[in-house]
């Protein structure tokens, strides 16, 4: 994939292009086609215009499931030759493959000051230690929260009292209401692993050009330049230490909408990209091509964005009108061809057409605004680096190498030390020795630092490692290396690991024990903590493979003692006794009546046997049970004392078969097998079948 200056000359073949690419591939384009790797030559990345960024970060592509560390099936490498991963074009962003995307390892909520009005973040959900989700609540686009992926920055662990530059990602046309494209299609999370940038993916936004529209159209209200500079950046800056350096690029409209966002806020941005972005948007005949194109895209008007072809608003949201409003910001530029590349399929009625021909026309009409505004920059003596490349084609491949090949100027622009644009560290000691026996923790992403107590950790790419002279190197990963971090690692109340991740006995779980408890973790259930008395007594019932099965929660706090909950059932204890275990029918009983906050309080014994049943006592009663009756508490009072002296469910009234009731004429009653016991005005009274 050579790069070359050379594209169609003369404004009328130029705007009959533009009129009819999008058009023509979109209606010929019947099914996406799946980009798949071509041999092609790499190419270089010298810049054709004023200014050059070389090409030369190493990428690493590493990526575990949420236990086990994996090699991802695609890395980007060093310089030219770098490997994307071979996903489809951004117009069908596909829904993520079931467990690609994580689940949420918590959510926590975040209370910042010094944000506008009626703008709040109601949740955070934490991806992983390194991976968030924020729900904002926006004054600008209030019908819904907005969701922002955001990638920490590698010290953000290590170094918790520093602030991090942010690279914004904006997404394409088809932008997804749950993921950002980013890190569906390209190793977004992997790539910047190493890097001391804080990544900010908002997510949504289809067809939006994440601009301001002048009407609503399709239910939604895009206000996007007012969330985004008057909202988003005061809650990176309060909740999650932003500092004033900030990046913006994107691929397709949000190319277009990097550049428009930078010309209207010059002084927020010290660089923006594009990738494959339409850089002219009001020349004759541009309009009515983004109109179709966004009409294709979800049924949006472009009319309802900008107004008609002629309104001014075309033109203020025009990147080569506003060129001159760009000097100072250090600007990256990148179109394909259109033509079959490294990553693309041939078609069969011409090997250099791409059988994804919506990506060919997109990439055309891409390839010619891109021109139009490098040559505008030129008059306008604004540098830009600009990467024409002869083959490509509108998808995520092209993009990801884009990403790899931007990194370089971006953090120039950041002006990021070595340290901060990647990781420079090396794995020696007990470490050294213990990561033979791991095949895929990845890369070193820090060098050895102290952990507290006596002990150091060392982050890698899929995991970190903890070493203590009690303990050990040992690695935590994934989900659970995740928990314990949340935790408080080796500051919290279970210490340094004992162990590595290990597979359960029954196989379908994973667990690390520490010097003071143990995290379990399955698909099912999540990751949590089990500890102290808890922990023994979970394991005389047989630990994961007993009745209690997993945790389901961690041990948690509550009036006048603790709970923690299991699968089959829960573990409680007073503050002043011995934890118990209650599950089964008794159990779902006992937490149908609200558990030890409910009337009956905590349990006083475990599960017991009697004639034909079992019974558990409580502080303030007992739940008996029987395959007939089933399981029903009786609480402490005077029905239960007349029970217990007709001789309990031995005796003519056998087991209980409801709940004690409040009689509508005053007292209560309790039904058992054998009639009625009743509580009125003071008085027993029997009422036996």
Not at 89 to 105: K, M, N, Y
Not at 144 to 160: E, G, I
Not at 610 to 629: A, C, L, M, N, V
Not at 659 to 683: D, H, M, S, V
Request: proline share 7%; net charge negative; aromatic share 10%.
């Amino acid at each position: 994939m050579r790069d070359t200056a050379h594209s169609p000359r003369g404004s009328l073949s130029r705007v009959l292009a533009a009129i009819t690419a999008i058009p023509l591939a979109l209606t010929l384009a019947g099914v996406p086609a799946s980009a798949s790797p071509a041999d092609g030559d790499s190419g270089s990345t010298s810049a054709s215009t004023s200014s050059a960024a070389d090409a030369g970060d190493s990428g690493a592509a590493e990526s575990g499931d949420a236990s086990t560390p994996a090699t991802s099936a695609s890395e980007s490498e060093t310089g030219d030759d770098v490997t994307a991963v071979p996903l489809q074009s951004s117009l069908w962003t596909p829904a993520p493959e079931p467990g690609r995307e994580p689940t949420p390892i918590r959510e926590t909520e975040q209370n910042l000051p010094n944000l506008p009005g009626n703008v709040e973040v109601e949740k955070v959900q934490w991806l992983t230690e390194r991976r968030v989700m924020l729900h904002i609540k926006s004054a600008a686009m209030p019908d819904a929260p907005v969701k922002v992926d955001m990638l920490l920055p590698r010290d953000w662990n290590r170094d918790p009292g520093r602030t991090f530059p942010t690279v914004w990602h904006l997404d394409g046309m088809r932008a997804r209401d749950d993921w950002n494209g980013w890190t569906l299609e390209t190793n977004i999370e992997q790539y910047y692993a190493d890097k001391n940038v804080l990544v900010v993916m908002p997510v949504g936004g289809e067809s939006s050009f994440y601009t301001n529209w002048n009407a609503p159209d399709n239910g939604k209200n895009y206000q996007w330049e007012s969330f985004l500079i008057q909202e988003l950046i005061p809650v990176l800056r309060e909740g999650w230490r932003a500092n004033e350096d900030r990046a913006i690029l994107g691929l397709s409209m949000g190319g277009t909408a990097a550049f428009n966002l930078a010309a209207h806020h010059p002084e927020l941005f010290r660089f923006a990209g594009s990738f494959s972005g339409y850089l002219d948007t009001s020349s004759t005949g541009m309009p009515q091509a983004i109109g179709q194109a966004m009409k294709e895209a979800g049924g949006y008007d472009a009319t309802k964005m900008w107004g008609p072809a002629n309104d001014q608003r075309w033109k203020d949201n025009d990147p080569k009108l506003n060129v001159e409003r760009l000097k100072g910001v250090s600007l990256y530029a990148s179109a394909g061809s259109g033509n079959t590349g490294q990553w693309d399929t041939p078609s069969a009625q011409n090997p250099r057409i791409p059988e994804n021909t919506a990506g060919f026309g997109l990439e055309v009409l891409s390839r010619m605004t891109t021109d139009t505004f490098a040559q505008r920059a030129r008059r306008a003596d604004v540098p830009v680096t600009l990467q024409l490349r002869d083959s490509g084609t509108h998808s995520w491949p092209y993009w990801q190498f884009e990403m790899n090949q931007a990194w370089p100027q971006i953090a120039d622009s950041l002006q990021l030390s070595d340290d901060d644009r990647g990781a420079n560290c090396v794995v020696s000691g007990a470490i050294g020795e213990r990561i033979k026996a791991f095949d895929n923790m990845g890369s070193c992403l820090s060098p050895e630092y102290e952990a507290g107590n006596g002990g150091v950790a060392q982050d890698f790419t899929n995991g970190r490692a903890y070493w203590h002279p009690a303990t050990g190197a040992q690695f935590v990963w994934g989900r659970i290396g995740a928990r314990y971090h949340e935790a408080g690692g080796p500051q919290s109340p279970l210490g340094y690991p004992k162990t590595s991740e290990m597979a359960t006995p029954d196989g379908n779980g994973r667990y690390v024990h520490f010097e003071h408890g143990s995290i379990y973790w399955t698909h099912e259930t999540g990751a949590y903590l089990v500890m102290g008395d808890f922990m023994n007594l979970w394991g005389n019932e047989g630990w994961e493979k007993g009745r209690l099965g997993y945790p389901t929660s961690d041990r948690r706090d509550i009036p006048g003692g603790v709970v923690q909950d299991f699968q089959g059932g829960q573990i409680v204890k007073p503050a002043a006794g011995a934890p118990q275990i209650v599950l089964g029918a008794i159990g779902a009983a006992y937490r149908a009546g609200g558990g030890p906050e409910g009337s009956l309080g905590f349990a006083t014994t475990g599960e017991l046997d009697i004639r034909g049943g079992k019974f558990q006592r409580f502080e303030h009663g007992s739940i008996y049970w029987s395959p007939e009756s089933g399981a029903h508490a009786v609480p402490d009072g005077a029905i239960m004392d007349h029970w217990g002296t007709t001789g309990w469910e031995t005796g003519p009234f056998g087991y209980p078969v409801g709940p004690q009731k409040q009689i509508p004429a005053g007292g209560l009653e309790q039904e058992f097998q054998g009639g009625w016991i009743r509580q009125i005005n003071g008085k027993i009274e029997e009422a036996r079948r």
